[in-house]
């Protein structure tokens, strides 16, 4: 069954760090390129970054350079967002989507999402 | 890097056709992908490459891409397509992905 199962929902402090999983199975992981998306309460989606399939390569959306950063484990066929001096407005659901290759960033596999709440 | 605009809200009585827009600067010369988001759940892609429609999607959905603005078309929309929906595009320069803000269908 093709599928990515994320880690468990996260309640962190501000100023703390977060690092949330996503794991692939039922296709092959090192094919594909990842990204992350994440979505505030209420809000629409907003794109975070990308991982080539190698993880040698990483590109993130300006708001999050220096506080983000993707590395994927083949050997796991893990992937994982760290988001780091977190605030209040980083509380949102974190999704890992798959880039299917149709065409570029075209996302046809999704993480179930995870929750990650930032509150003192 | 491009902003993508789209109407906050679009109504459609069942049977009938809805028309959601995603206006940007020449978006016409972008591919542009669709997704489905019901509540609760992970977006769904709907469309793909401005008018490609993935397996297991319903033929009732298509979509159009030209000038300044690329259109999702539901047609027959039934109850169970209520959801939002958003558009995205890559940009090649500075590889980077800008979503829409989303547009809840209400189907009345």
């Known amino acids: 069954q093709v599928q990515m199962v994320q880690s468990g929902a996260e309640v962190k402090k501000p100023g703390a760090s977060v690092k949330v999983s996503c794991t692939a199975s039922?296709?092959?992981?090192?094919?594909?390129?990842m990204h992350w998306v994440r979505q505030a309460p209420g809000q629409g989606l907003e794109w975070v970054g990308i991982?080539?399939?190698?993880?040698?390569?990483?590109n993130y959306a300006q708001k999050f350079e220096g506080r983000v950063t993707m590395t994927r484990d083949t050997s796991t066929s893990t992937v994982y967002m760290e988001l780091s001096k977190l605030r209040s407005d980083d509380t949102a659901v974190y999704y890992c989507?798959?880039?299917?290759?149709?065409?570029?960033?075209?996302?046809?596999?999704w993480g179930q999402g995870t929750p990650v709440t930032v509150s003192s | 890097s491009q902003v993508l605009t789209q109407p906050p809200s679009v109504s459609v009585a069942p049977g009938q056709t809805a028309r959601i827009s995603c206006g940007g600067h020449?978006?016409?010369?972008?591919?542009v992908h669709w997704y489905q988001q019901k509540p609760g759940q992970a977006p769904m892609l709907v469309i793909y490459?401005?008018?490609d429609r993935p397996s297991g999607v319903p033929e009732r959905f298509s979509g159009s891409n030209s000038g300044n603005t690329a259109t999702l078309t539901i047609s027959g929309v039934e109850a169970g397509d209520e959801a939002d929906y958003y558009c995205?595009?890559?940009?090649?320069?500075?590889?980077?992905?800008?979503f829409g803000g989303g547009t809840k269908l209400n189907v009345l």
């Open positions: 989507a798959r880039e299917g290759g149709r065409a570029r960033a075209v996302f046809d596999l």
């Open positions: 039922g296709y092959t992981f090192s094919n594909y390129y």
């Open positions: 991982i080539n399939p190698s993880g040698t390569r990483t």
């Open positions: 020449k978006i016409g010369s972008e591919s």
């Open positions: 490459d401005d008018d």
């Open positions: 995205q595009i890559w940009h090649t320069v500075g590889d980077h992905v800008s």
